[in-house]
């Protein structure tokens, strides 16, 4: 049975940093490229990173450029993305997945929940 688990999120000021974590089960982690994404309140999921199977490439959203950081640890298969200079815009649900062929592959977990204040 695939578990993906988010945690990390929290209440923040603009301009902090957070952490988030998700702990991947169920599959063959590094075999799969992973992303995080995100969905703002009353907006669709976004994708935000991506990372290949043996993080030799990462790719991000423009919004994402620059303050992000999105990693894995495919002994503890986790994926993680630090998150620098928060802004309000930053704020919403943010998922993990993997993907194939772009595509995410899982069913959703519970998300970890992020709002940056002004």
């Known amino acids: 049975q695939v578990q993906l688990v988010e945690s990390g999120g929290g209440l923040v000021r603009a301009g902090d940093s957070l952490r988030l974590s998700c702990a991947a089960s169920?599959?063959?982690?590094?075999?799969?490229?992973m992303a995080w994404y995100r969905q703002a309140p009353g907006k669709e999921r976004e994708l935000v990173a991506t990372?290949?199977?043996?993080?030799?490439?990462?790719n991000y959203a423009d919004s994402a450029k620059g303050r992000f950081t999105i990693s894995r640890d495919n002994y503890k298969n986790t994926v993680s993305l630090q998150m620098n200079n928060l802004k309000p815009d930053d704020t919403g649900v943010y998922f993990c997945?993997?993907?194939?062929?772009?595509?995410?592959?899982?069913?959703w977990g519970q998300g970890t929940h992020v709002t940056v204040s002004s």
């Open positions: 169920g599959f063959s982690f590094s075999r799969s490229v």
């Open positions: 990372v290949t199977k043996t993080d030799d490439k990462r």
């Open positions: 997945n993997a993907l194939v062929l772009g595509s995410t592959i899982y069913p």
